[in-house]
């Protein structure tokens, strides 16, 4: 069993940024591909980026595409996001996501995520 933290998030004015961070245990974790994930109030669950197994490929969703970066760290076991330029549009609640032996884009899917984070607040101010 996996279990996924996450840390980083709070309240920044427009053009701020952010780095979210996901500490993983349970499992090994170079057998995951990681993601993030956000919903905002009264909306679905979307897709933000995605970095595979061995940190060859990323992907992300054209709306955070030149603003947001995924990456992760072997050593500590953990995936960040970093949030640069933040917008309005970007406050939601974010998820931290590790689906086992999957690609980045199998990671874009909800239903194939095996395991979620709890969430983490990112509100932007305008």
């Known amino acids: 069993q996996v279990q996924l933290v996450e840390s980083g998030g709070g309240t920044v004015q427009a053009g701020e940024s952010l780095t979210l961070s996901c500490a993983a245990s349970?499992?090994?974790?170079?057998?995951?591909?990681m993601a993030w994930f956000r919903q905002a109030p009264g909306k679905e669950r979307e897709f933000v980026a995605a970095?595979?197994?061995?940190?060859?490929?990323?992907t992300y969703a054209d709306s955070v595409k030149g603003r947001f970066t995924i990456s992760r760290d072997y050593a500590k076991n953990s995936v960040f996001l970093q949030m640069n330029n933040l917008q309005f549009e970007d406050t939601a609640v974010y998820y931290c996501?590790?689906?086992?032996?999957?690609?980045?884009?199998?990671?874009?899917?909800?239903?194939?995520?095996?395991?979620w984070g709890q969430g983490t607040q990112v509100t932007v101010s305008s």
């Open positions: 970095i595979d197994r061995t940190s060859a490929r990323t």
């Open positions: 996501a590790a689906g086992y032996m999957k690609t980045t884009q199998a990671m874009g899917v909800r239903s194939t995520i095996d395991y």
């Open positions: 349970g499992g090994t974790f170079t057998n995951y591909g």
